[in-house]
C-alpha cells in the first residue's frame, strides 16, 4: 500500500509559477513510475508529466519547456515545477504511483503502466 498526499497548489496570475509535491508513505517510494495528472472541469484526466525509478521523466507536449517533475528518494517526495502558467493550467492536479515497470515511461508524460495508487488532488487556478 502507498499513501500519496499532494500539496503546493494555489490561486497564481499567467506567467507565475506553483511548485507541487507529492509525499508518499506505506512501501518503499523508489520503486514506483510516479506521475502527476490533472483533470480541469468538464474534461478527462490527463498525464501530465511522469517519472520512472530510475528518474527517466516524460512530459505532455503542453507542459515541456515549463514544467519540471522530480524526486528526493530519501524524503519519498516527489516535485512538480511549474513555470509560465497559463489559464489553461487551471485543474486539479493528483500524483499517482504505479507498481508495474516502473522503470518505463511513456512519451506525452504517463509512465507505461497504469495507476494504482492515488492522491487526493491540489487545485491549482491561473487567472489571466
Known amino acids: 500500500q502507498v499513501q500519496l498526499v499532494e500539496s503546493g497548489g494555489g490561486s497564481v496570475q499567467a506567467g507565475g509559477s506553483l511548485r507541487l509535491s507529492c509525499a508518499a508513505s506505506?512501501?518503499?517510494?523508489?520503486?514506483?513510475?510516479m506521475g502527476w495528472f490533472r483533470q480541469a472541469p468538464g474534461k478527462e484526466r490527463e498525464g501530465v508529466a511522469a517519472i520512472g525509478s530510475a528518474g527517466t521523466t516524460t512530459y505532455a507536449e503542453s507542459q515541456k519547456g515549463r514544467f519540471t517533475i522530480s524526486k528526493d528518494n530519501a524524503k519519498n517526495t516527489m516535485y512538480l515545477q511549474m513555470n509560465s502558467l497559463k489559464p489553461d493550467d487551471t485543474a486539479m492536479y493528483y500524483c499517482?504511483?504505479?507498481?508495474?515497470?516502473?522503470?518505463?515511461?511513456?512519451?506525452?508524460?504517463?509512465?507505461?503502466?497504469?495507476?494504482?495508487?492515488w492522491g487526493q488532488g491540489t487545485q491549482v487556478t491561473v487567472s489571466s
Open positions: 506505506g512501501s518503499t517510494y523508489n520503486l514506483y513510475c
Open positions: 499517482a504511483a504505479v507498481p508495474t515497470y516502473p522503470t518505463y515511461v511513456l512519451d506525452g508524460g504517463r509512465c507505461f503502466g497504469s495507476p494504482r495508487y
